[in-house]
């Protein structure tokens, strides 16, 4: 089928249409990237606004300006919108670990505990679902939780000194010192510089 010259003409005007949006919106992007690895996190956020305003349900912006409220310490502002990306998509992990971030900020452990525990039923050996949930416990006194939960999550991740970390640390917080010191241990064969375990093991051992 043969396209009539004012037709061609349109095509092509709708193409380039398309085109110039696309270069736009990616030195969008370009900009707020730069402008968060600079600090200006209020800049990058208004860099983003441009492109939510245009599509309110744009998920990974939605998740972006979550992430940027987050480095500005805008906590509920960041929660909203990481509630809001979990309304675009309900499936989705990263929103769940994301709005764990200002919770633990804001101390609201049980609330971020809530999501660290809906994402571990969702992916059960979710790294950073795991590790937050500990903070989340840690920040409850939850020694005896936070003994256990970091004991089976090291077995998952034997060579992370982190777990082993949570574990000690939790033993300690229960007077059991000298099943600390075994963990500290462990610990310092992962990372020989690390400054917790090794006063733990000069204070108690030396």
Do not use: C
């Amino acid at each position: 089928m043969r396209i009539n010259a004012p037709a061609r003409s349109m095509v092509i005007f709708a193409g380039l249409l398309l085109v110039t949006s696309s270069i736009s919106a990616q030195g969008v992007w370009a900009e707020s990237y730069a402008q968060e690895a600079r600090g200006d996190f209020a800049a990058a956020i208004e860099s983003i606004n441009a492109i939510i305003n245009a599509e309110p349900s744009h998920e990974f912006a939605v998740m972006r300006r979550a992430w940027l409220h987050y480095l500005n310490g805008q906590y509920n502002n960041s929660i909203r919108d990481y509630q809001r990306a979990m309304e675009i998509n309900d499936q989705s992990l990263e929103a769940r670990l994301g709005i764990m971030l200002p919770l633990l900020a804001q101390q609201r452990w049980r609330q971020a505990a809530n999501y660290g525990a809906e994402t571990i039923r969702l992916s059960p050996w979710n790294y950073y679902a795991h590790l937050r949930l500990m903070v989340a416990e840690e920040g409850q006194r939850q020694w005896q939780t936070l003994a256990r939960h970091a004991a089976e999550t090291a077995k998952r991740y034997p060579s992370d000194p982190t777990f082993l970390v949570y574990w000690a640390r939790a033993l300690a917080r229960q007077g059991n010192v000298s099943e600390a010191a075994v963990i500290y241990e462990k610990v310092l064969e992962r990372v020989p510089s690390h400054e917790e375990a090794a006063a733990f093991i000069d204070e108690h051992l030396n």
